[in-house]
C-alpha cells in the first residue's frame, strides 16, 4: 500500500465531510468519485483497499483495458471524459454512469444499448463553443432526447467551473439553469460537479457527485 496515497484520500475525505457540514449536508448524499487517469491499475486496487468503489476514467483507449484488469473489485466506473460517437456504445459496455453527454449524436447512438446506463448531461459554462457541453440555450432540447431513451436514465447536470472564474458563481449559475431540466426529467436531480481545486464549493452548491484525481492520487504519469 502506498501511505502517502492513503494520507491524500485521509486528508480529502475529511475536507468533504468538513464542508458536507459547513453546508449543512449529509456526507453520505455526495459521491467522490476517483478520477484515475494515467495512473496504473495497482493504484486502483490500492484505492479500494481504502474503501473507494467509485472510479473515474477520461480516456476509452485507457479505461476499457483497465476495467478489464479490475473486473474482479466489483467498481462502479464512471466516465467522466468528452466522449466520441464512433466510442459511445464501446464505453457503455464497461461504464455504469456517463458524465459528458453533450449533443443529440451521441443520444441517438446510445438508442442502440441493450441495458441500462446512468447519465449526466454536461453544461458548457464558456463562451467557446468548442469546449464540452451543451449550451443552456440546448439544454431543454438534449433532455427531451435522453428522456426518449428507454436505455438511459438521467441523473442530472455536469458541469466544469471556468478558468478565471469564482467556482461558487459558476456552480450557482448550474442550479440557476437546473429548473429547465427538472421540468422535463423531475427525477433528475443529481449535480457532478467538483474538482480536486473546488470540491468544497461545489458542495456547497448542491453538488451530489464530486470528480476529484490528482488531490487524491497525486501527480499523474503522463505518458511520453
Known amino acids: 500500500m502506498d501511505?502517502?496515497?492513503?494520507?491524500r484520500y485521509r486528508l480529502v475525505t475529511d475536507e468533504i465531510a468538513?464542508?458536507?457540514?459547513?453546508?449543512?449536508?449529509?456526507?453520505?448524499?455526495?459521491?467522490?468519485?476517483?478520477?484515475?487517469?494515467?495512473?496504473?491499475?495497482?493504484?486502483?486496487?490500492?484505492?479500494?483497499?481504502?474503501?473507494?468503489?467509485?472510479?473515474?476514467?477520461s480516456r476509452h483507449q485507457e479505461a476499457g483495458p483497465k476495467h478489464a484488469e479490475l473486473e474482479d473489485l466489483g467498481l462502479t466506473w464512471h466516465f467522466v471524459g468528452q466522449l466520441q460517437s464512433n466510442k459511445a456504445l464501446a464505453v457503455a459496455e464497461?461504464?455504469?454512469?456517463?458524465?459528458?453527454?453533450?449533443?443529440?449524436?451521441?443520444?441517438?447512438k446510445f438508442s442502440q444499448l441493450d441495458h441500462g446506463v446512468d447519465v449526466f448531461i454536461e453544461l458548457n459554462?464558456?463562451?467557446?463553443?468548442?469546449?464540452?457541453?451543451?449550451?443552456?440555450?440546448?439544454?431543454?432540447?438534449?433532455?427531451?432526447?435522453?428522456?426518449?431513451?428507454?436505455?438511459?436514465?438521467?441523473?442530472?447536470?455536469?458541469?466544469?467551473?471556468?478558468?478565471?472564474?469564482?467556482?461558487?458563481?459558476?456552480?450557482?449559475?448550474?442550479?440557476?439553469?437546473?429548473?429547465?431540466?427538472l421540468s422535463i426529467a423531475p427525477e433528475a436531480t443529481d449535480l457532478s460537479m467538483g474538482m480536486s481545486g473546488d470540491f468544497a464549493p461545489a458542495i456547497a452548491a448542491g453538488a451530489t457527485h464530486l470528480r476529484i484525481g490528482t488531490a487524491i492520487t497525486g501527480k499523474r504519469p503522463y505518458p511520453a
Not at 94 to 108: E, G, M, N, T
Open 94 to 108: 464497461y461504464s455504469r454512469v456517463i458524465h459528458s453527454v453533450d449533443r443529440l449524436s451521441l443520444v441517438k
Open 125 to 181: 459554462l464558456t463562451d467557446d463553443p468548442g469546449r464540452g457541453g451543451v449550451v443552456p440555450a440546448g439544454l431543454a432540447e438534449l433532455a427531451e432526447a435522453v428522456a426518449a431513451i428507454p436505455h438511459l436514465s438521467l441523473r442530472g447536470l455536469m458541469a466544469v467551473a471556468p478558468q478565471g472564474e469564482d467556482p461558487a458563481r459558476a456552480f450557482e449559475r448550474v442550479r440557476a439553469i437546473q429548473p429547465t431540466l
Open 3 to 7: 501511505h502517502a496515497l492513503a494520507e
Open 18 to 57: 468538513q464542508a458536507a457540514r459547513n453546508a449543512g449536508r449529509r456526507v453520505e448524499d455526495i459521491t467522490t468519485i476517483v478520477v484515475t487517469k494515467f495512473h496504473p491499475a495497482s493504484l486502483v486496487r490500492d484505492l479500494c483497499e481504502l474503501g473507494v468503489r467509485d472510479v473515474g476514467e
